[in-house]
């Protein structure tokens, strides 16, 4: 279709028209959207009128879980899709649904029986390096994409996964942004592909650059959380807190629960500026107490609490920060382990892995021998307690530091390279410590 062609087409109707759908049709919505964003409401309003018919064919099952996927709303397609025709595609979507929801081993299971049911033999093998990649398993990954050949390899998809697996390699950034860059020659509205050059390149402090590549990756479908939320974030540092809040709505359409999100919304409504917001305070307070609660607190088995404890897991934000991957590689944590821990979390509005790529790092101990007694007990005190500015605390949140004596772990350099965090930030920071007799390490 040409960009007339799907400026006019009806997506309501064409969801809805009784016929066959297969990868094709999922590509024209995708291509409608991503021309018109407009037709976003048409998918939605269709996929609510297949919920009401109260009896679908297997098919319909199919058609209704894969637009469920396209929305964003990947537990309902998952519900969906298992009680679909089985199809070769039905499965696809599965395990795409499966990777969303953190669920790369089963992802990889449902591509396989894709795979063996008929579904394009190279795009399940590339969903499949995609989900060892996300479970940490980098070199599987390149290995299972060294050995595709053929057109497959000039498609933007194969090229946009590589330079993404490549990026984590490290030493070989060259060949990740050459990478990216082809696939977006290939298909200029790749989403993945624009999100991964907009991140290096924001990275490298080509912010202009950034900041065009972000606009191009928000306007393609589906979209990334990521690119949303980076580009909100610019927006707001450029003061345009109407256009940061639109991003931030468009992830709240698919994700209305989603914690920081809210949060982020809460402060670009905030009058315009930077001032502080005392609901985004507490909602961020709330999570953090969330965060650092003892897994001790909670009513688990001994295996479970055993396993937990050899890992080194004592908070649910470390779990938070951990892949079900990483726990079921543990000696003896099994699936009714990792059950138990899922419907834990979910009691919480959390899931596991949900902040994995916030992973602390291993930051040395505080040397209290020269702090008074008074001094010590600031250590175990909130962050905020200090009563620091909205773009402090966000960085605070993204660095998952909850206490003072987190913090004081941290050296100026570190929280420099924290998105959005600059030298007024930190000199805020190091004024606030300074009040209390505190500072950073290294200072």
């Given at each position: 279709m040409?960009?007339?062609?799907l400026?006019?087409v009806d997506l309501?109707?064409?969801?809805l028209?009784?016929?066959?759908?297969?990868?094709?049709?999922?590509a024209?919505?995708?291509?409608?959207i991503?021309?018109?964003?407009?037709?976003?409401g048409?998918l939605?309003?269709?996929?609510?009128?297949?919920?009401?018919?109260e009896?679908r064919s297997p098919?319909?099952?199919t058609?209704l879980g894969?637009?469920l996927?396209?929305?964003g709303?990947?537990r309902?397609?998952?519900n969906?899709?298992?009680?679909a025709?089985?199809?070769?595609?039905?499965?696809f979507y599965?395990?795409?649904?499966h990777?969303?929801?953190?669920?790369f081993e089963?992802?990889?299971?449902?591509?396989?029986?894709?795979?063996?049911?008929?579904?394009n033999?190279?795009?399940?093998?590339?969903?499949?390096?995609?989900?060892?990649r996300?479970?940490?398993?980098?070199?599987?990954?390149l290995?299972?994409?060294?050995?595709?050949?053929?057109?497959s390899?000039?498609?933007?998809?194969?090229?946009?996964q590589r330079a993404?697996?490549?990026?984590?390699?490290?030493?070989?950034?060259?060949e990740?942004?050459?990478?990216y860059?082809?696939?977006v020659n290939t298909?200029e509205?790749?989403?993945g592909?624009?999100?991964?050059?907009?991140?290096e390149?924001?990275r490298l402090?080509?912010?202009?650059e950034a900041?065009?590549?972000y606009?191009?990756?928000?306007?393609?479908?589906?979209t990334g959380?990521g690119?949303?939320?980076n580009?909100?974030?610019?927006y707001?540092?450029?003061?345009?807190?109407?256009?940061a809040?639109?991003?931030?709505?468009?992830?709240?359409?698919?994700?209305?629960d989603?914690?920081?999100?809210?949060?982020?919304l809460k402060?670009?409504?905030?009058?315009g500026?930077?001032l502080y917001?005392e609901?985004a305070?507490r909602r961020?307070?709330?999570?953090a107490?969330?965060?650092?609660?003892?897994?001790?607190?909670?009513?688990l088995s001994?295996r479970?609490?055993?396993?937990?404890q050899?890992?080194?897991i004592?908070?649910?934000?470390?779990?938070?920060?951990?892949s079900?991957a990483?726990?079921?590689?543990?000696k003896?944590f099994?699936e009714?382990?990792?059950?138990?821990?899922?419907e834990m979390?979910?009691?919480k509005?959390?899931?596991?892995?949900?902040?994995a790529?916030e992973?602390?790092?291993?930051?040395?101990?505080?040397?209290t021998?020269?702090?008074?007694a008074?001094e010590?007990a600031?250590?175990?005190r909130p962050?905020s307690?200090?009563?620091?500015?909205?773009?402090?605390?966000?960085?605070?949140?993204?660095?998952?530091?909850?206490?003072i004596?987190?913090?004081?772990r941290?050296?100026?350099d570190?929280?420099?390279?924290?998105?959005?965090f600059?030298?007024?930030?930190?000199?805020?920071?190091?004024?606030?410590?300074t009040?209390?007799?505190l500072?950073l390490r290294?200072?």
């Open positions: 040409n960009e007339i062609e400026d006019m309501k109707e064409m969801v028209a009784n016929n066959s759908f297969g990868p094709s049709d999922v024209s919505i995708r291509a409608a991503t021309e018109n964003y407009g037709h976003f048409e939605r309003d269709a996929v609510n009128e297949m919920e009401e018919q009896a098919a319909a099952q058609k894969v637009c996927f396209l929305l709303k990947f309902n397609s998952l969906t899709l298992q009680k025709d089985g199809s070769a595609m039905a499965l599965t395990g795409r649904a990777f969303e929801l953190g669920h089963e992802a990889i299971e449902a591509y396989e029986q894709s795979q063996k049911s008929g579904y033999d190279d795009d399940c093998k590339i969903r499949i390096a995609e989900s060892h996300y479970a940490g398993r980098t070199d599987k990954a290995e299972i994409l060294d050995n595709i050949f053929g057109p390899e000039q498609t933007s998809e194969y090229m946009y993404a697996t490549v990026a984590l390699v490290g030493g070989r950034l060259e990740a942004l050459a990478l860059q082809r696939a298909d509205n790749h989403a592909a624009l999100f991964g050059l907009a991140l390149n924001e402090g080509n912010d202009e900041l065009r590549l606009e191009r990756a928000v306007k393609a479908f589906p959380i690119a949303l939320i580009l909100g974030l610019i707001e540092d450029n003061n345009q807190f109407d256009k809040q639109a991003c931030y709505r468009r992830i709240l359409e698919s994700y209305p989603h914690p920081q999100t809210n949060l982020y402060d670009a409504a905030a009058t500026n930077l917001d609901e305070q961020n307070d709330r999570l107490q969330t965060l650092n609660m003892p897994v001790a607190n909670f009513e001994v479970s609490r055993n396993c937990l050899k890992m080194g004592d908070t649910i934000g470390d779990l938070t920060r951990t079900e990483e726990l079921l590689s543990s003896n099994g009714t382990s990792l059950y138990e821990i899922r979390l979910t009691s509005g959390l899931s596991l892995g949900q902040f790529h992973k602390k790092s291993s930051d040395p101990p505080i040397d021998s020269h702090m008074s008074d010590q600031f250590l175990e962050i307690d200090l009563n620091l500015s909205v773009r402090a605390r966000k960085c605070m949140a993204r660095l998952q530091l909850n206490t004596g987190e913090l004081l941290k050296t100026g570190e929280m420099l390279e924290c998105k959005n600059g030298v007024t930030s930190l000199n805020e920071v190091r004024e606030k410590l009040d209390l007799g500072k290294g200072d």
